[in-house]
């Protein structure tokens, strides 16, 4: 089963050929002719999007929603919405203050684009159940969040206003958990803690404040009875040692990063790994044969633990 085939990658099992995830976000509205600042907000939208991308693609398993911002918004944080982009946050409200001086609360079901992504979630789980295909819930990781919250500030607050950093991050660690919550009541198969600006930071500033304030997350996910995985960007080579030891069955990363390399980190923490279809050189810019960059990652990957997925 295509399914559990790829749930059984991302735990770091042997399986008869590697799963295939493609990260389809705004291109799911492409394909269903809609613009962006539309599909973000609409529910069957999002339904018949992400169920068009995974049938287009023979997926063996699709993000029901691929936006950062999501849980951003749900706690004030003003947005700008784009024709053919995912949203950007445009106000950062710790940009001087911690959430506790502002008064920030936890989200709700209600908060944000909560109910839009609930309904959304009803519409193509039962559909993509019936292609096989698994529901993967993304949530936003602590750092990046953080950034979203305090702006850039928060990476040299990180070194020199420790307090404050800690502060914003603890909170939104505690963000992330509630949006795990919410992504597993919505049946989603797979969860992924998603942080691509952790690869910004050094491994024991990663161990501070990224890795602590993914637990609460991650156990979230494993008392669900559901699958992790950590999702990071970027040339992550200084903290991928920290990224196998957040506590994720597997992990995921950038095209900058040689797959063989990354192969042998994973099998030897017996993680699962994904990527590494290059996005850029190869599916966007056409500079590299898609169909030859392919069956490179493919080789490298193998079929222990791998999932084939963009970069």
């Not at 069957?44 to 693609?57: F, I, N, Q, S």
């Not at 502060?167 to 939104?172: N, R, T």
Request: hydrophobic share 40%.
């Amino acid at each position: 089963m295509a399914k559990q085939m790829l749930i059984d990658a991302t735990r770091g099992k042997r399986t008869d050929k590697a799963p295939w995830v493609p990260y389809a976000g705004c291109n799911c509205a492409y394909l269903i002719k809609e613009r962006t600042d539309r599909y973000f907000k609409d529910a069957d939208l999002l339904a018949k999007g992400v169920v068009e991308a995974a049938r287009t693609y023979h997926a063996d398993g699709i993000p029901l929603l691929f936006d950062l911002s999501v849980e951003a918004e749900s706690v004030g944080c003003e947005l700008e919405y784009w024709e053919d982009n995912v949203p950007s946050v445009r106000i950062h409200p710790c940009e001087t203050e911690t959430p506790d001086e502002l008064g920030l609360g936890m989200f709700t079901k209600s908060s944000g684009r909560w109910p839009v992504i609930f309904e959304a979630a009803a519409k193509a789980k039962p559909q993509l159940d019936e292609m096989d295909c698994a529901m993967l819930g993304l949530v936003t990781g602590p750092l990046t969040l953080a950034s979203h919250l305090a702006g850039v500030r928060i990476f040299t607050a990180v070194k020199k206003k420790k307090e404050f950093a800690h502060a914003v991050i603890e909170y939104a660690g505690r963000l992330c958990a509630e949006s795990v919550r919410f992504y597993a009541e919505m049946g989603c198969d797979i969860i992924a803690i998603v942080d691509p600006v952790s690869s910004q930071i050094r491994p024991e500033t990663f161990q501070e404040f990224v890795t602590p304030n993914c637990r609460e997350a991650v156990q979230a996910i494993h008392d669900a009875g559901k699958t992790s995985t950590f999702f990071i960007c970027g040339d992550c080579t200084k903290v991928i040692e920290e990224v196998c030891q957040v506590g994720t069955h597997g992990f995921a990363i950038d095209e900058q990063l040689n797959m063989n390399f990354i192969r042998d980190i994973a099998l030897k923490y017996n993680k699962g790994f994904g990527g590494n279809l290059k996005l850029t050189l190869a599916l966007s810019l056409g500079l590299l044969s898609p169909r030859e960059d392919a069956l490179v990652s493919l080789a490298a990957g193998g079929t222990k633990g791998y999932t084939f997925a963009p970069g």
